[in-house]
């Protein structure tokens, strides 16, 4: 388990997954979309080359979130996904969990949150994938600080990727990193993962701005039954076996 797009690259070599973690919001946006039958294509800009990419891709954009109106309903917050009307299509910029998705080669990419943690967990295991010889890389996305690339960690992927490490260890994954292993027993031992993820900096942000529904739908607990999975630049639902 590593941190944000450098952490990707680091324990990323060598993976056969890489599972990015960005509860607020990104991952959690993917799980909402794609459970309602739309392929999320990941762009790291939400700026002009977005709106190129988007048209190239035949998708939807979503916009920011204080953009968001009847003729583009959809941003990065998971209600707005929710409330809006269904397509088939969507491009989803991020400058975190996006970025990191999209920047990955030579590995399967899976988008994981709390509301899809133990499916993904179940579909990672039943591809034998968590061993020493075929490893699962978490990324957790974190934030930045203003004006720097510079990963800050995030309360809320600490417990994502936590929540997924404990379940892929129940299930029968080995040799877990120490930083995995610390992150499944944070998730482990937290009585009330939704009050701490309300009342952490970065919930507390999201409802001083008015999207306290992004957060409770983010911590609603094993909530999807889906697997967010890339394939041909887009991430599409698969069943866990």
Same mark, same amino acid.
């Given at each position: 388990?590593?941190?944000?797009?450098?952490?990707?690259?680091?324990?990323? /070599?060598?993976?056969?997954?890489?599972?990015?973690?960005?509860?607020?919001?990104?991952?959690?946006?993917?799980?909402?979309? /794609?459970?309602?039958?739309?392929?999320?294509? @990941?762009?790291?800009?939400? +700026?002009?080359?977005?709106?190129?990419?988007?048209?190239?891709?035949?998708?939807?954009?979503?916009?920011?979130?204080?953009?968001?109106?009847?003729?583009?309903?959809?941003?990065?917050?998971?209600?707005?996904?929710?409330?809006?009307? !269904?397509?088939?299509?969507?491009?989803?910029?991020?400058?975190?969990?996006?970025?990191?998705?999209?920047? /990955?080669?030579?590995?399967?990419?899976?988008?994981?949150?709390?509301?899809?943690?133990?499916?993904?967990?179940?579909?990672?295991?039943?591809?034998?994938?968590?061993?020493? &010889?075929? @490893?699962?890389?978490?990324?957790?996305?974190?934030?930045?600080?203003?004006?720097?690339?510079?990963?800050? @960690?995030?309360?809320?992927?600490?417990?994502?990727?936590?929540?997924?490490?404990?379940?892929?260890?129940?299930?029968?994954?080995?040799?877990?990193?120490?930083?995995?292993?610390?992150?499944? &027993?944070?998730?482990?031992?937290?009585?009330?993962?939704?009050?701490?993820?309300?009342?952490?900096?970065?919930?507390?942000?999201?409802?001083?701005?008015? !999207?306290?529904?992004?957060?409770?739908?983010?911590?609603?607990?094993?909530? +999807?039954?889906? /697997?967010?999975?890339?394939?041909?630049?887009?991430?599409?639902?698969?069943?866990?076996?």
């Amino acid at each position: 388990m590593e941190w944000g797009r450098a952490g990707a690259g680091a324990v990323g /070599v060598g993976a056969v997954c890489v599972v990015v973690v960005d509860v607020l919001s990104f991952t959690t946006s993917v799980s909402v979309a /794609v459970g309602a039958g739309t392929a999320v294509f @990941p762009y790291r800009w939400r +700026d002009e080359s977005a709106r190129e990419f988007a048209d190239r891709h035949d998708a939807a954009l979503a916009v920011g979130r204080r953009q968001v109106g009847a003729a583009q309903p959809w941003s990065l917050s998971p209600a707005a996904i929710r409330r809006g009307p !269904f397509t088939e299509r969507l491009v989803l910029p991020s400058p975190n969990g996006s970025a990191i998705a999209a920047g /990955v080669s030579g590995a399967t990419v899976v988008a994981a949150c709390l509301r899809n943690y133990r499916a993904v967990a179940e579909w990672l295991i039943s591809r034998n994938w968590g061993t020493p &010889t075929r @490893p699962i890389a978490i990324i957790a996305a974190g934030e930045h600080w203003p004006g720097s690339e510079v990963a800050r @960690p995030a309360v809320e992927d600490w417990l994502g990727a936590g929540a997924l490490a404990a379940a892929l260890l129940d299930r029968g994954a080995t040799d877990p990193s120490p930083e995995a292993l610390s992150a499944a &027993t944070t998730f482990t031992s937290s009585t009330d993962v939704p009050a701490l993820i309300a009342t952490c900096a970065s919930g507390r942000e999201l409802a001083a701005i008015g !999207f306290a529904d992004d957060v409770a739908l983010a911590t609603e607990l094993d909530a +999807d039954p889906i /697997v967010a999975v890339l394939v041909d630049g887009a991430f599409t639902a698969r069943q866990p076996s």
